[in-house]
């Protein structure tokens, strides 16, 4: 039979799937399932969407039948003595199998109403013929023994579920099973069985691993590639290399419920696949997993030699191999296992990640990342731009680089105390500012800010930034700072600064994150330069004007991070950095007036800055503009405190007497969002420890997000999963984090969702501004400022002289203002009127002791995760998955495409045509539009066609439906994001963003 021939027959035989009801176990139409197809293509271009939920909607007893038989078959194949053996055992079987359960599989996952259904089938205790009954059924899907299977299927009552029984109680003939009790034996579910067969599929001899001695088992849990636990080179062939990627995409794919699942649910609810996965306690399986999968990922060499250009042309195997190990390494990284009758399970492939300590393994997985990191930037510097290929899983890798440092503690201090953290620092700046105005990528920006702040914790990592930081000009443009002259320390700030100043408001909810990596650096930083002294100064007189500190209730803790940097700075490294110390003293009316700020002299002020702009003629659309709260475009459109106002004769000095015209906004009332609360027993217990003995040093929790905006911030009433940022935990001294329980700001997820919060210090749920128990800036509840309340739909914070009260005290400016009090006695007002201070200046600056001032406790800004953080976490991830995935011209399937995801929001584009980066010639036109006429069969008439559209993750749910909803997705939506199944694939511009619904 012809290829097109069997394409033919394959098709005509999924129609039968939903027009015939009831089709035997043992009818030997199944076995065309795994002997017609010969291609991945052939399976996910002819079982279209349309035709797995018209059988799955009309016909569920034929769906499970399919997925009874396929399994089966996948099982009995893995346990055969010959597999893999082209006559008696061939490979083509197993891999169609799995390639129809990965097609079919995301069909069951979005239809909320087969819950159940999918709980019981795959996850019910099943008994199963023994071996000695089982002899007479190994033809059960053999078409010479149809009629004798038919016969054992009778005997034995089986019926559809080919030789297994789901045995939950209900079914009629118990006592003739009971009859026959001897012909059955216990078996695992069948999910479970699966997962096991595709583990042990992984390194099956001659299958995905090199052949093994006669004699020896045949499978072997030898890791793929020498690295981590592995010192010697393994061998293996492009064929292996292929079934490694379809079993991780099965199993990727068997993870794949996430999508499903609301962000919110999917921490505490957990994934019973995942929970499988993760939770094995044979350590060679899970020990050689996953440093397959690492040894894998970090040894790919995305700068090899090749011909020029022909990465654009030509998929890449091996990319594509490494695309599903670091997934599929990720998603067990990251899966929080839930609690099960109040105890929390270890997830294994974190707790091993975790214990890895050879310093040549740590060497190995530095500079694996760092080479995968560096290709854009090498690419970017290429005599021929495009002849390199080009990574599209560098966000993994960071997220991969978090994960570590997350869990690993002595990674973490390998990376600072060789030094080698100087490279990351910049590769992740590089990211960062890369895509801070691109939309679809902010949870990259926002993960970046938090792997900063994980590293910012040691102390080594402050001292180790004061090293120079030479060849700046040969950074990318994007990241490149103008006349650079410092330290990392400068070169961490100053890009701080950018980001805050540059993002457009679109990274309102890191700023605590980004203002507590410069705290935990604060006290170790020497030798500031002028420009990053300047732009610390910019930023405290724009947080320090009226108009941001009564936008909304929390801006003010924002003032209060970066007060308490800039009095770390003065307290421990005084002597170290004159520059800083003359900054403040020349901006010191800000300072002062800060310690006379009231709500009526605040209010004023504004007005007269109002009135300012009607005189000067400004319209009402600028005057909007001006105020709408978004950040300017450029740095260099902020004042620098060096041209703020003049030294005034006037005393004492208020608010109203500091100029805020060119002052500038961060941030923007849409980006406001509210974290989950998570406030339990475990909570309190913490905090009496920590607290006990040490007043006034406890931490406090502060809001996971602020807007610095000019405007009445407003909160919604619903808890924005996008935003839900990990909390940040401000003010730890070293004493306080002594008394912590053991691991408790170890990063660690704690393998559970109810305890997540049990490592906040101040035992108190996140706190918003200084009230109370909401998860972000604005709780659900009351808010701990006097009843006063945003107001949810666009209801307005109203400051009162009584709110203003309870944090104006507490503002830390004694340091500040004592300072300022004993320098601008001893320096002449001419010196602090010059721009730069001359050497003389700052020498004297240095000579100086300085009274009253003693260096406090240093105090860690660390974070934890929140329920729906992890939420957040969770959705950027398998938005990367999901993106990568649809990219069907270059070797991947889109195995999701068209699906009703529910954890994140997916957009349409237009579909793109012919380019140089992805040209189509007349030979792909011809086989492709092949594939397309057969994919297109339907004998009803109906709309079989793909309209060609493309997905990017965005701000429109697709065609779909809601996922896990109940509702049915329309049949006309099935193939509303299925490029390249039934049609020429079309080169989808996707971009990951893990936007929820």
């Not at 890449?316 to 990720?330: A, E, M």
């Not at 294994?348 to 214990?355: A, I, P």
């Not at 559209?949 to 701000?955: A, E, N, Q, R, T």
Request: charged content about 20%; aromatic content about 8%.
């Amino acid at each position: 039979m012809g290829a097109s021939d069997s394409k033919l027959v394959f098709k005509k035989g999924i129609f039968r799937l939903s027009e015939e009801r009831h089709i035997p176990a043992d009818d030997p139409y199944w076995t065309s399932f795994w002997e017609l197809p010969e291609s991945p293509e052939d399976v996910f271009s002819l079982f279209s969407p349309a035709d797995i939920r018209r059988t799955r909607d009309t016909a569920l007893e034929n769906f499970e039948t399919l997925l009874l038989a396929v399994t089966s078959r996948l099982v009995v194949l893995r346990h055969h003595p010959s597999f893999p053996d082209p006559e008696l055992a061939p490979e083509r079987d197993v891999l169609n199998c799995i390639r129809v359960l990965t097609r079919v599989l995301p069909y069951i996952y979005e239809r909320e109403s087969l819950q159940a259904w999918e709980e019981r089938f795959f996850w019910a205790a099943r008994r199963k013929r023994s071996r000695q009954a089982s002899l007479a059924n190994e033809v059960l899907f053999d078409e010479a023994a149809a009629e004798a299977a038919a016969a054992a299927a009778a005997a034995t009552g089986t019926g559809a579920n080919g030789g297994e029984d789901n045995n939950d109680g209900r079914d009629g003939d118990g006592d003739a099973r009971t009859a026959k009790s001897g012909q059955f034996e216990e078996v695992k579910p069948l999910a479970e069985e699966l997962i096991d067969t595709l583990t042990d599929l992984l390194f099956f001899s001659d299958f995905t691993v090199a052949r093994q001695p006669h004699g020896k088992p045949k499978v072997s849990y030898t890791i793929w590639q020498s690295g981590v636990g592995c010192n010697t080179t393994v061998p293996s062939t492009k064929e292996f290399e292929s079934n490694r990627c379809e079993i991780l995409r099965l199993l990727l794919t068997l993870a794949s419920p996430s999508m499903y699942t609301s962000p919110g649910a999917l921490p505490r609810q957990g994934i019973r696949s995942l929970t499988y996965i993760c939770t094995c306690p044979d350590k060679q399986v899970v020990l050689s997993v996953l440093c397959s999968l690492l040894n894998t990922t970090v040894k790919y060499n995305p700068a090899s030699w090749r011909v020029p250009y022909n990465a654009l042309v030509f998929k890449d195997p091996k990319q594509i191999l490494v695309t599903y190990t670091l997934q599929f390494l990720l998603v067990v990284l990251l899966y929080p296992v839930p609690e099960q009758n109040g105890v929390a399970p270890k997830n294994f492939y974190r707790h091993f990640l975790g214990r890895l300590h050879r310093p040549a393994d740590f060497q190995f997985i530095v500079d694996g990342m760092a080479r995968i990191l560096n290709q854009p930037l090498q690419a970017n510097n290429s005599y021929l731009p495009g002849t390199q290929a080009s990574v599209k899983f560098a966000p993994e890798i960071i997220m991969l680089f978090w994960e570590v440092t997350q869990c690993n503690k002595r990674f973490r201090s390998f990376i600072i105390d060789t030094q080698r953290v100087h490279d990351f620092v910049v590769l992740i700046l590089f990211y960062a500012l890369d895509c801070k105005n691109d939309g679809s990528k902010q949870g990259v920006v926002r993960m970046c800010a938090f792997l900063l702040q994980t590293l910012s914790v040691e102390k080594n990592f402050g001292v180790h930034l004061n090293k120079t930081f030479e060849a700046q000009e040969t950074l990318p443009a994007s990241i490149r700072i103008q006349g650079f002259s410092g330290t990392y320390a400068d070169f961490l700030i100053q890009s701080i600064y950018s980001l805050i100043t540059t993002s457009q408001s679109k990274l309102t909810a890191i700023y605590p994150a980004l203002l507590a990596i410069i705290n935990n650096i604060a006290a170790y930083v020497e030798g500031l330069n002028a420009k990053t002294c300047a732009r610390l100064l910019q930023l405290i007189s724009s947080m320090s004007s009226p108009s941001f500190l009564l936008a909304n209730e929390t801006n003010h803790d924002l003032l209060s991070s970066l007060l308490e940097a800039l009095n770390a700075i003065i307290e421990h490294q005084y002597q170290k950095n004159p520059q800083l110390v003359y900054a403040i003293v020349r901006n010191r009316k800000r300072f002062e007036a800060l310690r006379n700020f009231t709500l009526e002299s605040g209010q004023e002020e504004m007005e007269r800055r109002m009135q300012r702009r009607k005189d000067s003629g400004a319209g009402a659309g600028d005057e909007s503009l001006e105020t709408s709260g978004s950040a300017r475009s450029s740095v260099d459109s902020l004042r620098s405190p060096a041209t703020a106002a003049p030294p005034h004769p006037r005393p004492p000095p208020s608010l109203s007497d500091v100029p805020e015209d060119e002052t500038f906004a961060i941030g923007g009332d849409e980006d406001d969002d509210e974290d989950d609360e998570e406030d339990d027993e475990a909570n309190e217990g913490n905090a009496a420890a920590a607290d006990e003995s040490d007043e006034g040093d406890e931490p406090r929790a502060t809001p996971s997000q602020s807007s610095l905006s000019e405007n009445p911030s407003r909160a919604s009433s619903i808890i924005s999963v996008e935003d839900a940022v990990p909390t940040q935990l401000r003010g730890m001294s070293e004493k306080a984090r002594g008394k912590m329980p053991a691991g408790a700001l170890s990063f660690s997820r704690q393998n559970s969702t109810t305890s997540l919060g049990s490592g906040s210090a101040a035992g108190e749920a996140v706190a918003g501004g200084g009230g109370g128990g909401g998860g972000g800036p604005h709780s659900h509840g009351s808010d701990g400022f006097g009843g006063q309340s945003h107001g949810g739909f666009g209801g307005h914070f109203q400051p009162t002289a009584q709110w203003i009260e309870r944090w104006l005290p507490e503002l830390p400016l004694h340091t500040i203002l004592t300072l300022v009090q004993q320098l601008t006695a001893l320096l002449p007002r001419k010196e602090l009127a010059a721009d730069h201070a001359s050497p003389a200046t700052l020498q004297r600056i240095q000579d100086v002791h300085l009274v009253g001032i003693e260096p406090s406790a240093v105090r860690v800004h660390s974070f934890e995760w929140s329920p729906l953080a992890l939420g957040w976490y969770e959705s950027l991830l398998w938005g990367f998955i999901f993106s990568s995935e649809m990219q069907v011209a270059k070797g991947t399937v889109g195995v999701w495409n068209g699906t009703a995801i529910r954890l994140f929001r997916v957009q349409e584009t237009a579909a793109q045509g012919p380019s140089l980066t992805s040209p189509r010639g007349a030979v792909d036109a011809v086989g492709s539009n092949i594939v397309s006429r057969i994919g297109q069969i339907n004998l009803r008439g109906g709309n079989g066609n793909s309209n060609g559209s493309s997905l990017s993750l965005g701000s429109v749910s697709s065609g779909g439906g809601t996922g896990r909803s109940g509702r049915t997705p329309h049949a006309n939506n099935s193939n509303a994001g299925d490029t390249g199944r039934g049609s020429t694939p079309s080169t989808a511009a996707a971009t990951a963003t893990a936007q929820p619904l």
